[in-house]
């Protein structure tokens, strides 16, 4: 008891010694720190995406294929129940995502590009740190986002999406071959799904 | 020995998250939310998901301030409401996602969060309210 008043008292005491010695500075501190936020904010998002434009000036050679096949390798890992294996791959996806050219489309296309790439990313570094359910989760916003990336870049081979009526409300996914093997559900449910669009 | 370097890090500055002004791309701002909601989101949500955080004084405690700061940074690295509206349609229904998800499945707000502020925990009921309200926004979208 005695031990837990020591402490107490210590704390408040220190509480107390910061606060006052801190208080003559309080309000320019407090000004300062709005300014270092914003200044924060500012350089945090410039050097990301400067850091995006060097990796993509490096790295022009990657396409819309490598992401594709990345996605293919992920999907492929859900499929058979891998959150290791599938946290590894979002990471590669994540990478390739992330140099992805776009510079040969229109500005417009490229500003379309330029959020899913935002928004895929998020889901792929997401899912390359989450458990299986949360992969899956993310999984259907990122097959959206590579479905509308693919209308834009096109393919070079015949994609097929796929459609389970059972995962949350109804979920689709992308596929190279016309057989269903459900990323959603794994072992548990296999087969459940349907081809609901070839994509040339 | 470990009380002189508890006093020493008291020393040591943190980043505080705190800012009077509220942009006009903030969640509330934009979508006209009802009072009980924003009340609630305010408290359970906007220390680490916007650029105020109301700070208890313990906050001000190292290495209570490096924890939190560290939560803070990533929160809202993850969803910032305060800047809401410079989200693109296609990510704010990423993020509304996750937040009916997070919120559903008890995973936000942090149970870390909770243990202190007990007033941000939500009820079954609050949950469903908000559940529902971001369901709402959600499908104005699509």
């Known amino acids: 008891m005695k031990k837990v008043k020591l402490v107490t008292t210590i704390m408040v005491m220190a509480f107390i010694s910061l606060t006052t010695m801190s208080c003559k500075d309080a309000k320019k501190e407090h000004n300062n720190d709005e300014g270092h936020n914003t200044e924060m904010n500012h350089d945090n998002s410039d050097g990301h995406h400067d850091g995006k434009k060097k990796k993509m000036a490096m790295n022009g050679d990657t396409n819309s294929q490598t992401i594709l096949n990345d996605y293919f390798n992920l999907k492929d890992a859900l499929v058979v129940d891998d959150n290791a294996k599938a946290k590894e791959l979002g990471a590669t996806l994540a990478t390739s995502l992330g140099k992805l050219d776009i510079s040969k489309f229109t500005d417009a296309q490229q500003s379309e590009l330029k959020d899913i790439i935002e928004d895929a990313t998020e889901h792929a570094e997401h899912i390359s740190e989450s458990p299986i359910a949360h992969q899956r989760e993310h999984f259907k916003v990122l097959s959206k986002d590579i479905t509308d990336m693919v209308a834009i870049t096109g393919t070079q081979v015949k994609l097929y999406e796929q459609f389970c009526p059972m995962y949350d409300g109804g979920s689709a996914w992308l596929s190279m071959s016309k057989d269903i093997k459900n990323p959603y559900y794994g072992s548990k449910m296999l087969n459940c799904g349907k081809v609901q669009k070839e994509i040339n | ?142």
């Not at chain 2, 990533?74 to 996750?98: Q, V």
């Open chain 2, 1 to 142: 020995m470990l009380l002189v370097a508890f006093v020493g890090i008291q020393f040591i500055p943190t980043t505080r998250n705190q800012s009077e002004v509220v942009p006009k791309t903030d969640f509330m701002l934009v979508n006209d939310v009802p009072n009980d909601i924003k009340n609630k989101l305010q408290v359970s949500c906007y220390d680490c998901h916007s650029n105020n955080t109301i700070y208890p004084w313990y906050n001000k405690v190292q290495p209570v301030a490096w924890f939190l700061e560290d939560h803070i940074k990533e929160g809202k690295a993850e969803l910032n409401f305060n800047e809401w509206d410079d989200y693109s349609n296609r990510r704010k229904n990423s993020k509304l996602k996750s937040i009916i998800n997070q919120i559903e499945n008890g995973e936000m707000p942090l149970w870390s969060y909770t243990l202190i502020h007990k007033n941000a925990l939500l009820s079954t009921g609050e949950k469903e309210l908000i559940i529902g309200y971001m369901k709402q926004i959600k499908d104005s979208l699509n």
